[in-house]
Structure formats: C-alpha cells, structure tokens
C-alpha cells in the first residue's frame, strides 16, 4: 500500500500526466482554425495594436497608434484624424474599443 502510494506521488509520474494534460490541451487547441500574422505589409496602419474587438457582422476591430482599423478576413480599412474626412475621429491614438463605436463608423 505504501509502495503504491509512494508511486503514484512519483515526480517523474506526475509530470508525465502533466506534460500529457499540457501537450493534449494545446495540441487541441492549434487543431482549429490557423493562426495569422496580421501586420503593416497587410495593411495595419501600425504594429502596436492597444485594443481588439469583434462586431456582430464578424469585423475585427483593432485601435493601434494610428488609427482605427476593421478587418473583414481580407482587407483592412482605416479611420484616421484627418481634416479633409467628414467623419473623423476626435484622435488617431486608439487605447480602447467599446461597442458604440463601431456602429457609427460602419
């Protein structure tokens, strides 16, 4: 009974379950959907995303230094402070999203 005991608090048993349960945990997780680099090359207005945001219609939203930017899966369309747009925002610098934003803009 010991013995068995002794066993199962056996460190190199434990961390075997362990890195199993870790391994399994994440191995079923990059199962779905791929993972992509989104940045400037693909259109981004900056690299520094402050905030993100998923819409009802599936847009990704993200604030970053310069600007808002929205997302449909292909392309990127970005807000900007700029004085020959008739809707601009009030500041290119984006430090956080809140839902009521992002009906006025579409």
Not at 55 to 75: A, I, K, P, V
Request: charged share 15%; proline share 5%; with cysteine.
């Amino acid at each position: 009974m010991h013995s068995r005991i002794n066993n199962i608090l056996n460190p190199k048993i434990y961390f075997s379950f362990l890195f199993l349960f870790v391994y399994l945990n994440v191995f079923d997780f990059t199962a779905g959907q791929p993972v992509r680099y989104l940045g400037i090359e693909n259109g981004l207005s900056n690299n520094a995303v402050t905030s993100l945001y998923q819409d009802q219609y599936s847009f990704m939203w993200m604030g970053t230094y310069d600007g808002l930017n929205r997302y449909d899966s292909d392309e990127f369309k970005v807000y900007r402070n700029e004085w020959n747009n008739n809707k601009p925002l009030p500041y290119n610098y984006i430090s956080a999203l809140n839902i009521i934003f992002c009906p006025l803009i579409l």
